[in-house]
């Protein structure tokens, strides 16, 4: 079993940063895949971001890409994402996941591949 616990959602204007982190209750090891997903009201939950935690390959959306960077700190057992330049539409509850395989890229980006789910954390991009 591995809880995720995630923080450092907020309110932002828009253009502004936040970093998101997610602490993980058990050492993440070679099989390890880990993602940020995102769910605003009314949508499915999309794929944000992810993250092989031993090759530290790592895919983005491309709403996301160049904005967004996923991290690691493999000592800590803490994920991160530092968002830049938010924008309006990137308000949402934004969900940390893991699972214990090394997951290729076809199945990285979809929800059902993950088993593990942190309890989200608010973001909302507002002036």
Do not use: H
């Amino acid at each position: 079993q591995v809880q995720l616990v995630e923080s450092g959602g907020g309110l932002v204007q828009p253009g502004g940063s936040l970093r998101l982190s997610c602490a993980a209750s058990k050492r993440s090891d070679s099989r390890f895949t880990m993602g940020w997903f995102r769910q605003a009201p009314g949508k499915e939950r999309e794929f944000v971001a992810g993250i092989k935690w031993s090759a530290g390959m790592t895919y983005y959306a491309d709403s996301v890409k160049g904005r967004f960077t996923i991290s690691k700190d493999n000592a800590k057992n803490t994920l991160y994402m530092q968002m830049n330049n938010l924008k309006p539409e990137d308000t949402a509850v934004y969900y940390c996941a893991a699972v214990q395989l090394n997951l290729i890229s076809g199945v990285l980006r979809s929800p059902r591949s993950y088993e593990y789910w942190g309890q989200g954390t608010q973001v909302t991009v507002s002036s």
